[in-house]
């Protein structure tokens, strides 16, 4: 795997980021900047490789918050 588009899709919006298979692997997480608290989103990630992107995964709903 060469990396991975995670897609967060709410308020009207869809907004996405990359991230390399080794970052993920590494960190355990992907940040999606300019999401906004308070407003729900669901999540997708697909695999990026060489022949292109595969499906999309399960989606997941949540919504951030800023931690106290």
């Known amino acids: 795997m060469a ?3 995670v ?3 709410g308020g009207g919006r869809s907004v996405s ?3 390399s298979a080794t970052d993920f692997t590494r960190l355990g997480y992907a940040v999606v900047p300019g999401l906004t608290n308070g407003t729900a989103y ?3 990630v ?4 060489a022949p292109g992107t595969g499906p999309a ?3 997941t709903l949540t919504t951030p918050a800023i931690r106290d």
């Open 3 to 5: 990396s991975y588009t």
């Open 7 to 9: 897609t967060a899709t």
């Open 17 to 19: 980021a990359d991230i």
């Open 42 to 44: 669901t999540f997708t």
């Open 46 to 49: 697909a695999a990026v490789t």
């Open 57 to 59: 995964g399960q989606t």
